[in-house]
């Protein structure tokens, strides 16, 4: 006689589609697929321009600061809050760090310009500033119950004129040379260093897949088919290396080569070139993702941020300190919009007064279109990334073919309620909350 079971088996198992198979985020892949798409329609509108090793070294740049903002974005909206003071903040924290290190350590402590603690002492004090003016906020809104959207409206308008007091309105400039490392342009890994990086990328990455598996067998839970590990192995080989590949392929113009080498006191040889490679912001924003997904699911406090945007009152008896917990949610977005600093204002090379205008439109915009549910309780930190990446991406293109500033802020506009729209009838369709 026939089992039933094992007859309705097969066919179930033949009707998974290969994405079932490799259990690949049909979220991820679709905007993966709309920012290749938008990238393919702007190389094809610009002659071939978009897709040049230089053009991707810049948007990659570009990403960098609002994408370390949008990770902590990611954990504020999770928490059923909003902070729109994030541009400003970044502004206050890019005027201590510049006057840090034009005024405060070389006049006030003696140490004067080019010292080597100059840079370091300005980031910390910048990075500290940052992290206890969002406590702050976090303790306004859990402690005193003000609406996060009125205290970081408020805040939008308060911290953006302490910047203006603190450098009297002024442009501050040039920073730091070590300082300005940190923007992009000015601080690479060069060829070799940046083979290197994607080697040990992949290694780690391949890594993490196999603990996975490990993890999973372990539990006894089923695991994906060893074909299909390998494909996505695969796929992200090529991916990190074909990225550090192109930004290999950007080389460093004659001229400054020729006056670096000037710097040294050196003759450039002739016919030589080097390469850029993966800038040092980039890495920095590599190891906030690695250090906020690490948070995110394997941390008791990443744990308690999903279970409280879930359901606050459900976290509330069950223990957690959902006050304190607001502030530690604002105070590392605080610390995060300071890092954001360091790479704004160091790619610029000095504190300028609008410096993060409306960068809180767009970090918002970056976490929603990376998947970030309003209503709390579901984000994911690549997703938000990879959502700073498409933002990027759009302005720039428009940039590059001519399309004006208020045109390119209404298509922005549109492009973020349709995302909202997009990511509504997902989840209806999902049985997503």
């Given amino acids: 006689m026939t089992d039933a079971s094992s007859v309705h088996a097969a066919p179930e198992q033949q009707r998974r589609t290969l994405l079932q198979t490799l259990e690949l985020d049909t979220r991820l892949l679709g905007m993966i697929g709309a920012f290749l798409?938008?990238?393919?329609?702007?190389?094809?509108?610009?002659?071939?321009?978009?897709l040049t090793p230089r053009n991707i070294f810049n948007l990659t740049i570009q990403t960098v600061s609002v994408a370390i903002m949008a990770t902590g974005m990611v954990f504020v909206i999770v928490t059923r809050h909003i902070d729109l003071s994030v541009g400003s903040l970044l502004a206050t924290a890019s005027a201590v760090m510049a006057m840090m290190q034009t005024q405060v350590v070389p006049n006030w402590l003696g140490l004067g310009l080019g010292h080597p603690l100059v840079p370091w002492l300005s980031i910390a004090v910048g990075l500290l500033a940052g992290a206890a003016i969002g406590a702050f906020h976090?303790?306004?809104?859990?402690?005193?119950?003000?609406?996060?959207f009125i205290v970081t409206l408020g805040g939008l308008l308060v911290w953006r004129n302490v910047a203006w007091y603190l450098t009297n309105g002024q442009t501050i400039g040039p920073l730091d040379p070590t300082f300005q490392k940190f923007g992009g342009i000015n601080g690479t890994l060069g060829a070799t260093g940046s083979w290197v990086l994607g080697l040990v990328a992949v290694a780690t990455a391949l890594w993490a897949l196999w603990q996975a598996r490990q993890r999973?067998?372990?539990?006894?839970?089923?695991?994906?088919?060893?074909?299909?590990?390998?494909?996505?192995?695969?796929?992200?080989?090529?991916?990190?290396?074909?990225?550090?590949?192109i930004l290999n392929a950007?080389?460093?113009?004659a001229r400054k080569l020729?006056?670096?080498?000037?710097?040294?006191?050196?003759?450039?040889?002739?016919?030589?070139?080097?390469?850029?490679?993966?800038?040092?912001?980039?890495?920095?924003?590599?190891?906030?993702?690695?250090?906020?997904?690490?948070?995110?699911?394997?941390?008791?406090?990443?744990?308690?941020?999903?279970?409280?945007?879930?359901?606050?009152d459900a976290a509330a008896l069950s223990g957690i300190n959902t006050r304190l917990l607001t502030v530690k949610v604002f105070a590392l977005m605080g610390f995060l919009c300071a890092l954001s600093a360091v790479v704004a204002s160091a790619?610029?090379?000095?504190?300028?007064?609008?410096?993060?205008?409306?960068?809180?439109?767009?970090?918002?915009?970056?976490?929603?279109?990376?998947?970030?549910?309003?209503?709390g309780g579901l984000g994911t930190i690549h997703g938000a990334i990879l959502g700073a990446l498409i933002m990027q991406s759009l302005q720039s293109g428009m940039a590059m073919v001519g399309v004006d500033a208020p045109l390119q802020?209404?298509?922005?506009?549109?492009?973020?309620?349709?995302?909202v729209l997009i990511d509504i009838i997902y989840r209806r369709r999902t049985g997503e909350n």
């Fill in 347 to 375: 790619r610029l090379a000095n504190h300028s007064n609008d410096i993060g205008t409306l960068d809180e439109l767009r970090v918002i915009a970056a976490a929603v279109i990376g998947g970030t549910a309003l209503s």
């Fill in 250 to 253: 950007y080389e460093i113009p």
């Fill in 216 to 245: 999973k067998q372990a539990h006894g839970f089923p695991v994906k088919p060893v074909w299909a590990e390998i494909t996505i192995g695969g796929l992200v080989t090529v991916a990190i290396l074909g990225f550090v590949a």
């Fill in 258 to 312: 020729a006056r670096m080498f000037e710097a040294r006191g050196e003759v450039m040889p002739e016919g030589f070139a080097a390469a850029y490679g993966v800038p040092i912001s980039v890495l920095l924003l590599l190891a906030v993702a690695v250090v906020m997904t690490l948070i995110a699911r394997r941390t008791r406090l990443g744990r308690y941020i999903f279970a409280t945007g879930g359901n606050p």
């Fill in 409 to 419: 802020n209404i298509v922005v506009g549109v492009v973020l309620v349709l995302a």
């Fill in 37 to 50: 798409v938008i990238s393919l329609a702007f190389h094809l509108m610009t002659d071939g321009r978009f």
């Fill in 138 to 148: 976090g303790w306004l809104v859990g402690y005193l119950t003000i609406p996060a």
